[in-house]
């Protein structure tokens, strides 16, 4: 074998293997443009022109993990229910949108994969003990904590604004609290 071939080939194998290390796009720890000519040193599967790069950018090889906004505002509410903690966790699930992870990928493949690769989406689940459920929505995050309290279920929900604009967090949290009353009727 031609040894000049081989230490192409090897050069090659190893851009190709240096992943996210240049100035590539991240998402969730995981690198969207990871496939680069060997050559060029360009992104095969990506434009960079054609997407923002707010979601995340590495600059440098020291610099690999993506930043997380800042949260602007933090309320909760702590409601308790007479329904079993199983019942309030489904019904909250249904009306604030929560998705498990399998579900996310199957309504919107790799990005629900992606979105739970990040900080903005959670679902974690012990039937009969509690729910944890996480997702974006106002401005921010949402997320939900039922747990088994007595005979009933007690619910804490906390909304984080990441983004200034939209309604003021009062307003979300009448509105939030609201919706978790109606779906536990």
């Known amino acids: 074998m031609n040894k000049a071939f081989v230490g192409t080939a090897l050069l090659a194998l190893a851009a190709a293997l240096a992943g996210c290390s240049g100035n590539h796009v991240t998402y969730g720890n995981e690198c969207m443009t990871c496939i680069n000519n060997p050559i ?14 707010a979601i995340s950018s590495s600059q440098s090889p020291a610099s690999g993990s993506r930043s997380v906004p800042h949260t602007l505002a933090r309320e909760q509410v702590e409601i308790a229910y007479a329904q ?14 929560y998705m498990t992870q399998d579900e996310a990928i199957a ?36 997320s939900t904590r039922v747990t088994r309290a007595g005979n009933g279920a007690k619910a804490v929900i ?10 003021d967090i009062q307003s979300v ?4 609290k609201a919706r978790a009353e109606k779906a536990l009727q």
Do not use: I, W
Request: a neutral charge; proline letters at 5%; charged letters at 20%.
């Open 40 to 53: 060029t040193g360009e992104p095969v599967n990506y434009d960079p022109t054609e997407y923002s790069t």
């Open 84 to 97: 079993n903690v199983d019942t309030v966790g489904m019904r909250l699930k249904d009306a604030f949108g």
């Open 107 to 142: 309504q919107m493949g790799n990005a629900g994969k992606m979105a739970f690769a990040g900080p903005g989406y959670a679902y974690q689940a012990s039937p009969g003990a509690f729910y944890f459920m996480k997702t974006q929505a106002y401005n921010g995050d949402l």
């Open 158 to 167: 906390t909304y984080e604004q990441k983004r200034s604009g939209g309604k």
């Open 173 to 176: 949290m009448r509105e939030v």
